[in-house]
């Protein structure tokens, strides 16, 4: 997918032009959908048992640590996978993803007679708890998903057009679950807000402008580090992403 540029120390500030695109794509991304890696480890939902997991190893996420999504990140497009028959691993075979702030691409051509399919993705740094400053990226294109993120996409409208000085919602990643009669029980993602932060990262809760939501503690606490900046503001193209430093990930609290 297309790398998103970082915009951050200059402002705290989203520019309107900006938030005006990144809102006239949101809607027009809605009215073409129907709901029914950028290098980044991905957060992935268990199918199992609804837990939130990083990376290939597969980590735990720490209950109650809280994300703020870089709002430039979040995008709409379309992915195709194979659905071979018998025991063939699938795989995927071709992705179109774009910022919201720009027109969703026009659904690709099937490869191989395997059909593209809408997805929607966006990154995040965590907050607080052991995995603070760590930048991840979610991405999936399944029913619950699309759900999700319409209620997601509702919210950032409202807030754009209400508080644009705060434009990054801060979430925890959660999840509940329905009875499907053929599959069993199905688990659905859930992005709670439970803040809103400004292009830097500063919370405004924090500022003393409300929401006053305190999320669940994490079980751990938190490490001694400078919040970093979610995004970067520049001239008028978006610069590629610096390299992430390696990062030693701690064993989940007991």
């Not at 993705?121 to 319409?150: P, R, W």
């Amino acid at each position: 997918m297309n790398e998103i540029a970082k915009r951050g120390m200059n402002s705290t500030a989203l520019s309107n032009d900006l938030a005006d695109r990144l809102l006239a794509g949101i809607e027009d991304s809605q009215s073409t959908t129907l709901v029914a890696g950028g290098g980044k480890d991905l957060i992935k939902l268990s199918k199992n048992d609804g837990t939130w997991s990083i990376g290939q190893a597969d980590e735990p996420m720490q209950v109650g640590s809280i994300w703020a999504i870089n709002i430039l990140s979040v995008c709409h497009g379309w992915i195709c996978w194979s659905n071979y028959p018998g025991a063939r691993k699938n795989e995927r075979l071709g992705e179109v993803m774009v910022p919201m702030y720009e027109q969703k691409p026009a659904k690709p051509a099937p490869i191989d007679g395997f059909s593209f399919t809408e997805q929607r993705s966006f990154e995040a740094v965590c907050l607080n708890g052991e995995d603070e400053g760590s930048e991840v990226q979610f991405k999936n294109g399944s029913v619950g998903t699309m759900k999700a993120f319409k209620k997601l996409e509702d919210a950032i409208k409202d807030q754009l057009r209400a508080d644009r000085a705060y434009p990054c919602p801060v979430i925890l990643f959660k999840s509940d679950k329905y009875k499907h009669t053929s599959y069993g029980w199905i688990w659905n993602p859930i992005f709670e807000i439970v803040d809103w932060s400004d292009m830097s990262g500063a919370l405004k809760s924090e500022a003393g402008n409300g929401p006053q939501v305190t999320a669940a503690a994490p079980v751990a606490p938190p490490r001694s580090r400078a919040k970093p900046a979610l995004v970067q503001e520049v001239e008028a193209e978006e610069a590629p992403l610096a390299p992430r430093p390696a990062q030693r990930r701690r064993p989940p609290a007991a």
